[in-house]
């Protein structure tokens, strides 16, 4: 492993540059996931062509959501974590569908005059077995996929009598 990580570590090194072409700068970046069969392991299905591909991708993955240009090692907490993202992913889909998230506002004052400026919008997922969640799953095109169905659904309950500020109070 370790001659893998001096080996990884340079071409990420390498491959970071940026390029331009007719005044247009593109930086080139890399992501990579490393995942292993090791010999005499235990773990049979850690050993198949197929499953080291499905691993170092969960580990690709996982150094695209740590920032990009970097490699990872696949390690077993990937797979619980990733299972975990999925159901938690469907439960809010669901729970979107369902008119399960209650919109909540709070008042923006601006604490030098006093002076209201806004709302900030806040949710509250009320759903039989939801646990509160602190951060949206997945890497951030799923967010951006949950965030855009989640403003749809607000739109629908603005539709539904209810007051959604989109904009500051000047």
Request: overall charge negative.
């Amino acid at each position: 492993p370790h001659r893998m990580d001096d080996l990884t570590g340079k071409l990420v090194e390498q491959v970071a540059v940026t390029i331009e072409h007719h005044g247009l700068f593109v930086d080139l970046t890399v992501s990579i996931g490393i995942a292993w069969g090791a010999q005499g392991s235990t773990d049979a299905l850690a050993c198949t062509a197929d499953n080291l591909l499905h691993r170092a991708d969960m580990a690709m993955y996982h150094a695209k959501n740590r920032g990009r240009n970097r490699y990872c090692w696949f390690d077993l907490s990937m797979e619980s974590e990733l299972r975990f993202r999925n159901e938690l992913e469907t439960g809010i889909r669901r729970g979107i569908r369902q008119g399960e998230f209650v919109p909540f506002y709070e008042q923006q004052i601006d604490l030098e005059t006093g002076k209201l400026m806004g709302f900030e919008m806040l949710a509250r997922w009320q759903s039989p077995g939801a646990n509160w969640v602190a951060a949206l799953p997945g890497g951030p095109a799923q967010q951006r996929l949950l965030l855009e169905a989640f403003g749809l659904y607000l739109d629908r309950c603005a539709g539904g009598g209810r007051l959604v500020v989109v904009a500051r109070v000047g």
